[in-house]
């Protein structure tokens, strides 16, 4: 009986393993080895780390937005990250993700910490709804900063909290509003996340935490002396 029960459990291991390694596959192609930068990616990041860095942010991002259970989640069954010969920094679309080689080739730092924290902000972007299409695309951005900055990866450069012109400027901007939000209610962020699955409306601030967007933006600022 106990070999039974030994001989169950471990099959049971095996499956869960398997489930949970099939959820989501990753790719990574560097199609920039004829270029500097894709040369530096391959020597200095790689594909194994990528990969590994593709799965954590997945696990990651889940738990920030509190989707514990597949139906929560975005039904996405592969991600593939594309090294290539293009300006700007990255962008995502399609569950594709696009580096761009030169980015990597001149930047001038920990380019592997670096990496990893626009890998965050762009599988954050696999993975976030945007309310239809009808959401500001700076609160898009800011929730993939906010991904970013939660997993302390945020770069010295980004603005200190209470800095910033309009609460959805996007980005780093955006990404220290939530957080100051999220700390008026745990778990904001993640709520206002699934929201954004149906649509999008000024009003889900409203709705989170009692006051208008206007207004919490007012408080924000004067919290930290109202500085720009
Ligand atoms: C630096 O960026 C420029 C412009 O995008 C690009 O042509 C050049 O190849 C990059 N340098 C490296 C080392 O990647």
């Not at 290539?84 to 990597?104: F, K, Q």
């Amino acid at each position: 009986m106990a070999k039974l029960t030994h001989t169950l459990c471990l099959f049971l291991v095996i499956f869960l393993a398997v489930q949970e390694s099939s959820a989501v596959d990753y790719t990574v192609t560097n199609r920039a080895l004829s270029t500097a930068g894709g040369v530096r990616f391959r020597d200095q990041i790689g594909a194994v780390y990528a990969r590994q860095t593709l799965d954590k942010a997945t696990q990651f991002i889940w738990s920030v937005f509190q989707q514990n259970t597949p139906s929560d989640r975005k039904s996405v069954q592969s991600v593939t990250l594309f090294v290539d010969d293009m300006g700007g920094v990255a962008y995502t679309s399609n569950n594709e993700i696009h580096l761009s080689a030169s980015y990597v080739g001149n930047y001038s730092g920990d380019v592997k910490t670096e990496v990893t924290g626009v890998l965050y902000h762009e599988m954050t972007h696999v993975w976030q709804w945007n309310g239809n299409g009808q959401a500001p695309g700076g609160l898009i951005e800011g929730v993939a900063d906010y991904v970013r900055l939660k997993a302390n990866l945020g770069p010295s450069h980004w603005v200190k909290p209470g800095q910033g012109d309009k609460w959805d400027h996007g980005y780093d901007v955006t990404a220290r509003f939530l957080d100051y939000c999220n700390g008026l209610k745990h778990g904001f962020v993640a709520d206002l996340n699934k929201l954004l699955r149906n649509g999008y409306s000024d009003q889900f601030f409203v709705q989170l935490l009692g006051k208008t967007v206007d207004q919490l933006w007012k408080d924000y600022k004067a919290k930290y002396g109202n500085i720009s």
